[in-house]
């Protein structure tokens, strides 16, 4: 797998120190919110960041997951999203925290806001892991990012190419030829 790649974006480390800072800004935010909340994790690409920040929150809460397909050629993302599997808990007055892998057009959040807004929980919030700046427009933001990246085609820690490199445990480039 990593021969795959064309270089390391993040360590390891990083992502894990980052993740324990994260849920202290989430946890922070919400202050005597937090009780309650539910997490609603974006699948597949969210599914290892999730794992690993919600065991560094203290409280109690809920998990809902929500399955987005988004057409896209092999590595541009923004093709059209469409959501496959919705919900199966209720969220109705419920403090809401979305996860995703990463905000890059924002074509995915902003049809998997769009659906929970309409279930009329207490507050909509967003967390990514990744982040690339000036893509997404200004109605489509992270209220809680984990990096700002460049414009490259990232894999790892639950980024895929192909449905694969999920299980690489950093984030990285991969290298243009495999997909160009
Ligand atoms: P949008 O463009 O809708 O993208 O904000 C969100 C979804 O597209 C996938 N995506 C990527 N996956 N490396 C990936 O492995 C990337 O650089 C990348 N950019 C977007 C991802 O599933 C994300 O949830």
Redesign the pocket.
Known sequence: MQADLERVLIPRDAIARRVRELAEEIAATYGTDAAGLVMVP?LS?SLIFVADLMRCLPFKMRIAVLTVS?Y?GATT??GE?RLVADLNTDIAGRHVLIV??????????RVVRQRLAALKPASLRICVLLRKPGK?PSDVQADFAGFDIEDA???GYG???NDQYRNWPEIGVLRPELYQ
């Open positions: 974006v690409g988004s896209r993302s923004g999203a995703d892998d990463i905000l890059d057009t924002g074509r995915t959040l997404a085609f990232v894999v980024l895929d190419y």
